[in-house]
């Protein structure tokens, strides 16, 4: 007797008998000349398959830590912003053990309204002609809410009388204990918002204070009377 799958054997006798297989199939015995049972299985559908190359978005995302050579890949800060707090977005400002004080020149840009912010060296501080531009600042590492992104803010302490100056450390204090929101008020300085809700605490990023300047002064920083921005100032070429 021979078995063949059923629906795929060429002749079948009324003395035919069905025989079940272990995976549901159905197998038909047949005469043979050989006496061999040969079972056949039957067609095979193939799945239906998506043209669209995108129908499973999820296995094609690398996503944010995507992975190249089966290493975690790390987003590495090749620069950072310095200014005051957007207006916009909610903040926090790390307590620091010791107010870090420096001088900065602010440096005009052709077309820009803000200047270029520059660390200047403390050898250079004492130099008569560089007194009356250089800015007496505290520089208070933050970063925002909502985008993650850090910053330095340098905030002006040279006339404690200037409500703008005033504002800006107590609302960088509050920013230790919290996250706040800086929003400018005319004549009265800053005005500070807090959140209705809580905001729950920051991920600080690995960085020591010298990584975070370093970062924020990024090719900025005047240690000689030969400096570029100097020789501007003094009108040499």
Known sequence: ????????????????????????????????????????????????????????LASLNLGANYTTDGNCVKRKLLTMPMGSPDKKQFFRAIREETDFIARVYERPVPGDLKPTVYFVAPSLQDDASLARVLKMVKLVRCVYHDTHALFLWPISIGQRDNAWS????????AATDGYVRCVPDGRNGYAIELPEDPLGEPTWPELTRSEWF????????????????????????
């Open 1 to 56: 007797m021979a078995k063949l799958i059923a629906g795929a054997a060429p002749h079948r006798d009324d003395d035919d008998v069905r025989q079940p297989l272990e995976d549901g199939r159905r197998v038909i015995e047949t005469p043979s000349s050989e006496g061999v049972v040969a079972p056949q299985e039957a067609p095979v559908v193939a799945p239906a398959v998506s043209l669209n190359p995108f129908a499973d």
């Open 166 to 173: 005033r504002t800006a450390l107590d609302i960088a204090s």
């Open 214 to 237: 370093d970062l924020a002064f990024k090719g900025r920083v005047i240690d000689s009377f030969d400096h570029e921005a100097l020789r501007e100032l003094r009108g040499g070429l």
